[in-house]
């Protein structure tokens, strides 16, 4: 089993709509999660942490739930701009980092 | 634009060349990264620095060697590489007690 597991896509939706993406992680003294965003040919780049209370940032939501362990972003109202890579990141003992595999979103007209 | 800054962005080399890649950061951030990105896949860490000293090494084959010689620089030298060594390699940066990081532009490897 992966450390860090995503849906593994591709989502082709269109403009408007509401799309959800799951990560699992298989280490239960996981400290911090994160997802971040990489376009095609460019680095990664933070989106937003994920909290245990849930966190929300514009059209944005991530939620993690650590009995279940998963994490999961909503993007409402979906816009071209959100076509990208979107990758689960899991922080585990000090600074250890591990990416899951990434899902990728096409938003079209 | 980003904070970490990675130099060259692409290289050229052979499998008998020595190189090195740079990366620099002037957020005050303590620790530093270094990934490996092959096409198609996540970032895979390779080493760690914090505080300027090696904390994680990933089991990376000694033909990378990393070096940190103060807390704004971190160098990749290479030397020997394979053709399979071919791909992104990304710098991160992130404050000590805070671990979102930051990703360099990264420089695109090319090994022949």
């Known amino acids: 089993r992966k450390e860090v597991e995503q849906d593994p896509g591709p989502f082709n939706v269109p403009e408007g709509a509401t799309v959800a993406f799951n990560c699992t992680y298989s280490?239960?003294?996981?400290?911090?999660f994160f997802w971040y965003r990489q376009d095609c040919r460019k680095e990664p780049k933070l989106l937003m942490s994920v909290y245990s209370s849930g966190n929300e940032d514009g059209r944005f939501t991530a939620q993690l739930n650590r009995a279940s362990q998963y994490i999961s972003l909503l993007i409402r109202d979906s816009k071209l701009s959100d076509s990208a890579t979107y990758l689960c990141?899991?922080?585990?003992?000090?600074?250890?980092?591990?990416f899951g595999a990434g899902t990728r979103l096409f938003v079209k007209a | 634009d980003t904070e970490v800054t990675q130099t060259p962005k692409h290289l050229v080399m052979g499998m008998t060349n020595k190189k090195s890649l740079k990366c620099e950061q002037h957020m005050g951030h303590r620790a530093m990264y270094w990934y490996k990105q092959k096409a198609k896949k996540p970032p895979e860490l390779m080493f760690v620095y914090s505080y300027e000293k090696l904390s994680i090494n990933e089991s990376v084959p000694s033909r990378f060697s990393p070096e940190c010689p103060n807390s704004s620089l971190l160098n990749l030298h290479l030397h020997a590489l394979q053709p399979e060594d071919s791909a992104l390699y990304l710098c991160a940066s992130s404050q000590g007690a805070s671990p979102e990081a930051f990703f360099g532009q990264g420089t695109r490897l090319t090994v022949v």
């Open positions: 990141v899991v922080l585990t003992g000090g600074f250890k980092t591990i």
């Open positions: 280490n239960s003294a996981s400290q911090s």
